[in-house]
């Protein structure tokens, strides 16, 4: 990085630190608003879910469960707000302090604000690739659900069973393959909680094993069990390419909390916004719109300081 890359990311450290800290206090925020908003609608009474579905490799597999909709709800919150715990503890510096550090220009490797970043980041690519498919006449659109309960289970449930089945088996294991020099169940394990700590990968050969699963990932959301509409593939691809390089450089915890993020954080507070009417309308409310501006400014700043640091 040289003289001018340096300044900038100087000057862009403190609204950074700023953003991100934003970020990071409305996400703590829906961990337990969006839970308490849900279950409080009522709407998982009676309703059980017969098997839980997973992904091996981008093929579906489904597995029996027979628990009720409300306990399997609160079993994969659970799971992600340990995850979430996890990107707040570590690594090394807590998260307020290494924010002091990333506001000052360095660097960060704490989870939690890698989590936040590539958040952001996927907010504004996303926003950017629906614009220009809207324009062309491609919709996007998600598939039905029986009640909005049901919506909020598949999507707190795919941070865990996407992540282990796209990025752990599809981007880990085939990192390790290519490029593990020692081979025991430990440095396994450990290469696929954090590929890139645990190998000596090359990073080109590795964004191709990222782009290659990210292309499954894309796949999946227009293919596998109740799709989304074609608009999605896209969108999906290109989270798949970020989700999977955040998870190369930063390890499976970044990975969740940011797949967690783009499917529960916004979904909540629509939750907590719609009181009695439509959640799609939700949407449209001032405050998720404030949300969004935040969103789409910090992974702006994001993508202006790596491109600096080049």
Known sequence: MGPRGDRTVQVLGIPFAVLIL???????????LGIIAVLGEGQGRGIDVPEIGFFVGGI???????????????????ANALFFAAAILGPGRLFFRELRGTGGGEPSSSYVIAAAKWFSVIVLASLIIGAVQDAVGIPTEPPPAENEL????????????????????????????????????????????????????????????????????GIAHITSGEPWSAGKFAQAT?????????????????????????????????????????????????????????????????????????
């Open 22 to 32: 934003a970020i990071f206090l409305m996400m703590a925020a829906s961990v337990p």
């Open 60 to 78: 579906g597999v489904a597995l029996p469960a027979d628990i009720g909709l409300e306990a399997a709800l609160i079993a994969f919150w659970a």
């Open 150 to 217: 049901v919506r909020f289970f598949e999507v707190t449930k795919a941070s865990i069973v996407e992540e282990l089945g796209f990025r752990v088996i599809l981007v880990g294991v085939p990192m390790y393959l290519l490029f593990s020099d020692r081979h025991s169940a430990r440095h396994l394990l450990q290469s696929l909680w954090r590929p890139g700590e645990n190998l000596r990968a090359d990073k080109r050969k590795a964004l191709l094993v990222i782009s290659a699963a990210a292309l499954v990932f």
């Open 238 to 310: 290109a989270a798949g390419v970020i989700i999977g390089w955040a998870y190369f450089r930063h390890g499976l915890v970044a990975a969740v909390v940011i797949h967690w993020a783009t499917n529960y954080f916004l979904l909540s507070y629509a939750h907590i916004l719609a009181g009695a009417g439509e959640i799609v309308d939700a949407f449209l409310h001032p405050v998720l719109q404030s949300f969004e501006i935040i969103f789409v400014v910090a992974g702006a700043v994001s993508v202006a300081i790596m491109l600096a640091r080049r």
